[in-house]
């Protein structure tokens, strides 16, 4: 249960991160290289939602 709470923290953590880093593609630079960022960023950040959702779904089981 503790590794799962620990799992979980650590994966809204990294969401959190990739809000600020596609929050920053928002800033100027080449139009590539952004929306390259920012498809890396949003991919990760669904992975991370689905990985909470797995486990809070697996919490809430037992």
């Known amino acids: 249960m503790i590794i799962r709470i620990l799992l979980a923290l650590f994966l809204a953590a990294a969401a959190l991160f990739c809000v600020v ?23 990760i950040f669904v992975g991370n ?8 779904r697996g919490i809430r089981r037992r």
């Open 21 to 43: 880093g596609f929050m920053a593609t928002l800033e100027p630079m080449p139009v590539q290289a952004q929306w390259t960022w920012r498809a890396i960023y949003g991919l």
């Open 49 to 56: 939602i689905a990985g909470l959702t797995h486990l809070v």
